[in-house]
């Protein structure tokens, strides 16, 4: 404890204002601080007794568990009327943790976007007040965000008004949607709309799953739990098969596309079609705000721990027996700084997109949609980036917390099981960069045929890279060694990067298209290339939106430590030994062999820097301990009495302790027993 | 089922063969074999049925389950007279899933190489039949690998002539050892020998832990459970703590260091205290060699599944709604190929060094150790690669299937979970790379100052690239595009990084010393670099070690497929997308930016020729559908029927079905109907 007391006092800045600058500003901080200790009180979460969910818990336990947690979480946002869990929940997780995620992540904005306004008016109270609870119905067994090839019809019986949802085959069974499975009594139903035999494609269906009365499913509906995942245990996402259900014709979303009363099908205006997108870009820069903090809480748990777990170390000539906190070896401290400079850039980053989307949806209201494309792939883009770094950073600083990290007391356990969900949902990350190659591919035709066309600012950076590639310039690197300590000039290597990557796959793909390859195997062709270029112009957006939200600390101490933070960001990001990828850099000869070495030169200097102020850089982001659920994440460094304690207080050792006398009793006498005899037996054979 | 007949039917040669390379030989196969479909019917795991573990179990059932895992293995092995488990469990799992694992991997192996010969008489034969079970009880809270910092006190008493077993501190408690906590019956205890007051280090003690009659502990003995981990949960990861618990004085192990009647201390001759180093070398070249199996494994569970998924794609023009396996895609099939090259590299290269284990224990018999440092870090090398492809090798094949794999359904959670406590155990990855390293540069030095005692075969390469470097030549890669595509040709490439790096380390310690850092400080400046020089050795024996084992292949049609096995291996080493620190194959300008692209051209080309074989080359694994306990990874391909029906078979469905047609009672009683309530009345506030 005196090891992380000193390290605490080693804090140059004034820790509070940057939490303010995370959490977007002093208020908003508080009244989340408030709303998070309010639910940690009802559920007797107080980061002293060992978590409930780290027992002697089963399946439905945990789901129970789970269930208490979102129904908490959802009563307080209702009664103290704010949305503070919107998208990240008490344990600064995704909310989809909660059986309650996709009803304030999905549900309700489907309704709010794809609605008309007579449908608004009749769901979205009845939604915010948690009187009906949804969830958004898109997966199949077959298919995930190939949306074309849903199976689940919704045919129109014009007779009757209605719409009859089913599934007609296996595959076509609903499985994953949050909630699903004995939550929610509502779910949007991605369903085939089929009018006279004709096949409209996917559109949004308002389907009733359970009685108010008795919670039973409505006739032809089965409803089930799909079972353990490998995290996100207390949400209980589940399948659904429908069995010629039937609905009232206006439990079709009609913001968009209309059914009239004979059947006739309106489609959507081009303009609102584009708002249904709207959700996705808010979901995915929502995610890819809200990893930041679980790689933050990584990092938290990671260097707290490695501030008071001491160990000698290896060197070079005779051996030292001395201990050192860990903190101080360079393997270390390297991973974890480098992991923390990214929690900070992707939230940044993540951040600037939100504003991006608002300033989006008020030009919606003047009919100006003209952001959308660029916001769609961006977000797409952020999520794909800031899942893969957090689910993979979140197992490394678990990996530096050596076996302890690897026992669920630690706290990690939950962290990374819950971030490998990222790179996964909502999007798969290949097919999310993938998606935003496309449209970076198409601006760059743009470009390369001197086309003035690029109206989105953001991807001026592609035009003017062009035009020194076209000019013959920008083919070294000219910065001297100083400007290499500056992210300012690091970020032009990140454009040189990004612009050449982006025009060499375009030059690429024209190249196997006038060879006579089809466009899908020209695509498949060049498609890991795609896929690096389209995070390459990522990483370019990251640390461009990490320098801006630089500019704008007001606190100098604040904005003195966030610099080394940003500039640890762009030096680790073009070369570190755990870096992926960054042969991009140069494989061009952009970056001469003399660069390298300056570089890993910035690189260790910033370490240096950044250490004395790792403890402050956690504590920023204001994690409670209930909320971390870590013995070794504790703020005060009480590391090992905790895990000791927390040990103790297993069920299963209470239990044994109490009745067996420390004898497993059922162990002994089902198992151990009959094989000693078993044994003795057969040595006397 | 079609896709999968017609993927297996291109399959270009006989993968059997193959599974006899891979398993050491027909008759071992066979044997092995019927072990494992022996204890599978024992444990009624027939492929068809929900595995148990994926049910409503709470910590003290997955216990359970791996005790009578773990007592079946243990059974076949004595009754049936063979070690078919003895570092592979019947899932093709690290043996430490059971709680006897240590059992088998440590603690007999402590008692062959550390007892003497009248030890070894008493406690092998009982250990061999199983009539007692034991641990290696070494990590403490506090303290891991650390050896000298370990806590625990084994002080000796002449009077009564016995050794009193004390753990004096918190942070002193036996922390981590399977097994400890409920199912063995003694403990090899790692503990520092004190004979009166004076500290001779840390020595072996048997102590045996529970009493055969009821199995309590023994007085003075407090033994529970850790609880729940990442994975490993059929282990009872134990903790212990000894108070004045007194053992004879010969259950020291005596065969090296003794201690007299009369307290006389005999420190171990500098030859057999080698002997013990040999239990590591065994385990860590044991534990690579398993990694291979289990990466093998989640290969064989994505590529299945990917081979029956079927998806469209994006593409860049017009859009294209016909379905292709997704394994057609080259995000899936670049990354699932590379990984399975991996998988085969590391069963290679571990397989070697379990044959030079075994000419070291021959050589060790006639007084030779003179391989023995050298092995140490090659198997330490070799774990921490070994283990860190494997564990990110198989987080990324999870993510290769999307949403389902994030289900336990898919196999995939176990796998991944269990594979993430390879970096850590046995040696944290970092500190056994820095093994390597300190011995890498004492070799260098060596050779720098033209010691020709480069007395170890397996590092003349070091000798003669630093000749080459040092008359100047091998600065640029030579090699023509054809020989690029030649795994001997590419092995240069490796020798020319890794005598680089290892010099270039060694030369910038010698220069932080000269400049007056201690030579601690000067190999923590410089640990990142060092760690990877290391793996830049371990990479060059690896690709060595594969190169070397195609070419005893008889099979002329198994040795062409695995001969682009191995060549993709070496390239997308080189550079992939994926590749981690591929950055040091570029940084010095040794390929130029032309090979560096004919390397992007041939890695194409192989993977076309591999991807025939892909499903060829997953059956050679030979793994049974039981030992895949995967819904995803069925050999006939029928993934949603298996995966639904599993889903129905789930405790928690089946019971909501019986008792509460399709209500969770518990989850509506005492969460949703309270909180409907509630909301109703507040909206009407």
Redesign the interface.
């Known amino acids: 404890m005196q090891l992380m007391q000193s390290a605490r006092a080693k804090t140059s800045f004034d820790t509070r204002q940057l939490t303010y600058i995370i959490y977007g500003g002093e208020k908003e901080t508080r009244l989340r601080e408030e709303a998070v200790a309010r639910v940690e009180r009802i559920l007797g979460e107080d980061g002293k007794r060992l978590p409930y969910v ?8 945990l ?2 568990r789970g ?2 947690v979102g ?1 908490s979480m ?2 307080d946002e ?2 103290n009327d704010h949305q503070k869990f919107s998208h990240l929940d008490i344990n600064h997780m995704l909310i989809n943790t909660s059986p309650f995620g996709l009803h304030v992540g999905m549900f309700m904005p489907t309704i709010e976007l794809q609605a008309d306004a007579e449908q608004r008016a009749h769901w979205l ?1 009845l939604a915010r ?3 009906i609870t949804g969830t958004y119905c898109q ?1 199949e ?4 965000t ?1 949306l ?2 849903l199976e689940t019809v919704a045919r129109f019986d014009p007779k009757a008004d209605e719409f009859v949802i089913h599934s007609p085959t ?2 076509s ?1 609903k ?2 949607p949050g909630g699903l ?3 929610v009594s509502h779910a949007m139903v991605m369903a085939r709309l089929i009018i006279h035999q004709k096949d409209y494609g996917i559109h949004a269906f308002m389907v009733q799953l ?1 009685s ?1 009365e ?4 409505l006739p032809g509906i ?10 996100m245990n207390g949400n209980d996402n589940g ?1 659904a098969i429908f069995r010629h259900v039937r609905i009232p014709r206006r439990n079709m979303m009609m913001g968009q596309a209309k059914v009239a009363r004979d059947g006739t099908y309106t489609p959507p205006s081009e303009d609102s079609a584009k708002h249904s997108y709207s959700t996705m870009i808010y979901a995915r820069a929502a995610i890819a705000h809200c990893v930041a903090f679980v790689l933050g809480k990584a990092c938290t748990i990671a260097i707290r721990y490695s501030t008071v777990r ?9 051996s ?2 001395t ?1 050192l906190p860990i903190m ?4 270390q401290h ?1 991973r974890l700084l480098v992991l923390l400079a990214q929690a900070y850039a992707i939230a940044f980053s993540a951040k600037t997109c939100l504003k991006q989307y608002e300033t989006l949806r008020r030009q919606q209201e003047n009919g100006d949609n003209s952001m959308l494309p660029y916001l769609h792939i961006m977000s797409a883009g952020l999520k794909a980036y800031g899942g893969q770094l957090t689910a ?1 950073g979140s ?1 490394d600083a ?2 530096c917390c ?2 302890h ?5 630690s706290g ?2 939950d962290i ?2 819950t971030q ?2 990222i ?3 909502e999007g ?4 999310l960069y ?2 935003a190659a ?1 449209y970076l ?1 198409k601006k760059a035709q743009l470009v390369r045929v001197g086309n003035p066309g690029m109206d989105v600012k953001d991807l001026e950076y592609l035009w003017m890279g062009y035009e020194d590639l076209a000019a013959g310039r920008d083919r070294r690197c000219l910065a001297t060694d100083d400007q290499l300590f500056d992210p300012s000039f690091l970020l032009q290597i990140f454009r040189h990067r990004a612009t050449r990557n982006i025009f060499e796959c375009e030059a690429a ?1 024209r190249s196997s ?1 006038e060879s006579g390859l089809k ?2 195997a ?4 060049h ?2 290339r795609l ?2 270029a389209a995070r390459h112009h990522v990483e370019y957006y990251t640390l461009e939106s990490f320098i801006r939200n630089l500019e704008e600390i007001q606190d100098a101490g604040v904005q003195r430590v966030m610099r080394h933070v940003c500039r640890l960001y762009a030096l680790s990001t073009i ?1 570190s ?7 991009s ?5 952009y970056i001469s ?1 003399e660069q ?1 070495k300056v570089i890993h030169e910035h690189t ?1 200097t910033t370490l240096e820097a950044v250490l004395p102020d790792a403890i402050g850089l956690t504590d920023a982001w204001n994690f409670s301990d209930a909320s971390l659920a870590s013995a070794l994440g504790r703020k005060d460094g009480n590391v ?2 905790v ?2 304690e ?3 207080q ?4 209470v239990r ?2 109490t009745t067996g ?4 009793a ?3 006498e ?4 009959p ?2 005899h ?3 037996a ?2 006397k054979l």
Request: net charge negative.
């Open positions: 780290y027992g002697e818990v089963t399946r439905t336990d789901y129970h269930l208490h129904k959802l009563e209702v009664i109270p007040s948690g009187q997966t067994l077959g298919h995930g190939f074309r090839k296996l595959t069974t499985y994953w499975g004995h939550s359970r108010f008795d919670w039973k499913p089965e409803l089930g739990d799909i079972g353990l995942k490998l995290g399948y001491e160990q000698g170390n290896l060197s070079f000539g005779a030292d027996s201990e101080a070896f360079k393997s390297y993979d197992e678990r990996r050596g076996g990290g690897y026992s669920v007391l990690f356990p990374v099981t490998a969900s790179p996964v949902l798969e990350n290949h097919v993938q998606q496309r591919i793909l298209l466009p899908r020209a695509w498949n062709r498609m890991m896929i690096a070369e030994p755990n870096s992926i990828g960054s042969s850099f140069f494989e061009d000869g062999i390298i260790n090992y009495e895990l000791f927390w040990t103790r297993l069920p299963m050792n044994n302790r006398a420390g004898v497993d059922v162990a002994f089902e198992h151990i027993r094989s000693i078993l044994m003795a057969h040595s």
